[in-house]
């Protein structure tokens, strides 16, 4: 069977955060993605990847830890996920203990979808230089593990570098969440089999396409297989989708691929709005799963 999720920016124009985990629970969802920024910066010249004028809830966002926070409290089973977490703009020691605190209090439910991002002006308000910014991704990810699975964790890297220190509590999930490479680039497969444990590709609508070329999904996966096993990593990585409308062949299809997750978007809108199409999203994964 497929897992299904639902992803949508969280504002305070949205349906509550909390009420949508409860009706995804409800509805038989398997997850919950976040996604985040920061701040847009009102002067910018870097274009935005969609292709068409930013909308407004990419400054509207609530922070995803804690609105995944109120979600967890009103849920048993919902896993909660941020779609995307810009760690490129995220301090790791005080992230590594955001992450821990949720995994924790939500009995180990936190999916961690993570990428470099794409806004310079935003990245260099948080003092990123935009040229490392995956170099800085890894280390940080890396330096958030050794917090995660040690009593007397320490981390010495070019860009992060910090002596023992102690940082509790620890994950429930053990060596701390499944880490989901949101990016499509030809180097991210070999990422993924360094340091993540998946890839969490956005899906391409015709604009997005067309702004960055298309993304060969199965080529990716085959790709991300190979780096895999090249790098002997245990088990199998995870392959999640982000952002899928509600066409049951495109569904398909993609499950055909070899996602095992697909994860759908829901506007940035009131209850009334978003719940119908939740329940018409439920009825789809419904009859896909038989």
Same mark, same amino acid.
């Given at each position: 069977m497929a897992d299904f999720g639902v992803l949508m920016f969280a504002t305070e124009y949205s349906i509550a955060p909390h009420v949508l985990a409860s009706a995804a629970e409800a509805r038989g969802f398997e997850s919950l993605f976040l996604p985040e920024h920061t701040h847009i910066p009102a002067v910018r010249e870097t274009a935005w990847p969609g292709g068409r004028e930013l909308p407004r809830e990419y400054w509207?966002?609530?922070d995803p830890f804690v609105a995944l926070a109120a979600a967890a409290v009103v849920t048993?089973?919902? #896993?909660?996920g941020t779609g995307i977490t810009l760690i490129t703009e995220r301090e790791p020691i005080l992230m590594a203990k955001q992450v821990a605190t949720l995994d924790k209090l939500s009995d180990g439910r936190v999916l961690l979808g993570v990428g470099a991002g794409w806004n310079r002006e935003e990245m260099a308000n948080h003092g990123t230089n935009y040229a490392t910014r995956w170099p800085l991704l890894q280390e940080r990810i890396e330096a958030m593990r050794a917090i995660w699975n040690d009593d007397e964790a320490q981390y010495h890297g070019k860009l992060v570098d910090f002596d023992p220190l102690w940082a509790f509590p #620890?994950?429930?999930?053990?060596g701390g969440p499944p880490v989901l490479l949101g990016a499509s680039s030809r180097w991210v497969y070999e990422r993924i089999a360094a340091y993540g444990d998946g890839w969490m590709p956005i899906h391409q609508d015709q604009a997005? %396409? %067309?702004a960055q070329g298309e993304v060969d999904y199965v080529e990716g996966i085959a790709r991300t297989r190979e780096a895999w096993q090249a790098s002997a990593r245990a088990g199998e990585p995870d392959f999640s989708i982000f952002g899928v409308g509600p066409d049951p062949a495109r569904i398909e299809a993609l499950l055909?691929?070899?996602?095992?997750? /697909? /994860?759908? %978007?829901l506007p940035s809108a009131d209850a009334d709005t978003v719940i119908p199409l939740l329940d018409r999203y439920a009825a789809v994964a419904g009859a896909i799963n038989g």
């Open positions: 509207n966002t609530y048993q089973t919902l #896993k909660l #620890k994950p429930v999930q053990r997005r %396409a %067309a055909e691929m070899g996602f095992n997750r /697909i /994860i759908l %978007a």
